[in-house]
């Protein structure tokens, strides 16, 4: 009974065979194919092989053939080796991600492909000592937080912040009660996007500072009545105006640069922006930005490639920044 069982799965231990073993640059014959069957105590011959991949050729899977060496291989895959490199690279370089979750991942990325092509990929991705979260609760809380989003209802947890006190770095931990609109990845962290019933505004939370997290029975605040957005949320635009993740009132800003900023204003706001001439050496653009220290310290990363025209109140608080730099660094 049990050797009809085995046969009966025959077809699929055939796929994942071809799926573990085999790429354009490691075929396997009939025989050999043979061979890993009956490690799983099924046995198989040759003429059979042959007509198993007839069947799943006919139910869609692209299955080579090698002349030499002569065998199968498994010709296309969901993802291909570049696609998986990336994913792992993300996954490798998220330190919201702990050191555990990592490995599982990067082991389940790997298993997308031949066993050979992964070991090739391992050679050639660069691991540095990243740091990495030791909230290994981050899936959980993911998990958590999408669902109270789609179901439209608040949740509470304890946001951990380190201070440094009485010589030493401390974390403490406060309670929130929020409204959560938004998961947004952005500067290298994990964001929560919410509202705190206390206030009128958004605010970020980092996913990996969050711990005991709960969802309430108690519908959130709809997004409009703290947010520019009515109907949809839109995460992308929201990140793109919110610099560093500070949050800030949106203004209309009109910014001075030199040409060779041309890429770095694209990459920041997109191609979208109204460009103006200001010059052979200059271009003005007019954008929608949150006023934040977060935006305050992008512009000083610019020094003097970058001038702000308006709103005034953006100039003055820069000017403050400048004036309190002098004082520390011009002694």
Not at 46 to 70: N, W
Request: aromatic share 10%; with cysteine.
């Amino acid at each position: 009974m049990s050797g009809n069982r085995n046969q009966k799965l025959k077809l699929l231990y055939l796929l994942d065979i071809l799926k573990e073993h085999t790429d354009q640059f490691h075929p396997l014959s009939a025989e050999q194919i043979c061979e890993l069957l009956s490690k799983k105590g099924i046995t198989a011959e040759r003429k059979s092989i042959y007509r198993d991949i007839s069947v799943l050729m006919e139910y869609g899977y692209d299955i080579a053939t090698s002349v030499s060496p002569r065998g199968y291989f498994l010709a296309w895959r969901e993802f291909e080796v570049p696609e998986v490199c990336l994913l792992l690279d993300a996954v490798e370089s998220a330190d919201f991600i702990s050191p555990k979750k990592t490995r599982e991942l990067a082991e389940k990325l790997e298993a997308l492909l031949s066993k050979n092509e992964a070991k090739k990929l391992r050679r050639q991705v660069f691991i540095d000592n990243r740091k990495k979260s030791n909230n290994e609760r981050v899936y959980i809380n993911i998990d958590l937080i999408s669902s109270a989003i789609d179901e439209g209802k608040k949740i509470t947890l304890d946001y951990t912040r380190r201070e440094f006190f009485e010589g030493k770095v401390n974390s403490k931990t406060k309670r929130f009660t929020v409204s959560p609109y938004a998961l947004c990845w952005a500067d290298d962290h994990y964001y929560l996007i919410c509202n705190n019933s206390k206030y009128d505004n958004l605010m970020h939370l980092r996913v990996d500072r969050i711990v005991n997290a709960a969802k309430l029975n108690e519908n959130s605040r709809h997004f409009s009545e703290v947010s520019e957005y009515k109907t949809y949320f839109d995460v992308a635009d929201y990140c793109t105006k919110a610099f560093n993740m500070f949050g800030g009132v949106k203004q209309k800003i009109e910014l001075r640069c030199k040409n060779s900023l041309l890429e770095a204003i694209i990459d920041r706001f997109g191609a979208d922006i109204s460009f103006f001439s200001s010059g052979d050496e200059n271009f003005r653009i007019l954008v929608d930005a949150n006023v934040s220290e977060g935006l305050i310290g992008w512009i000083l990363s610019y020094a003097d490639e970058l001038e702000i025209i308006s709103p005034a109140t953006l100039r003055d608080a820069v000017k403050e920044k400048i004036t309190a730099l002098k004082k520390i660094y011009l002694k």
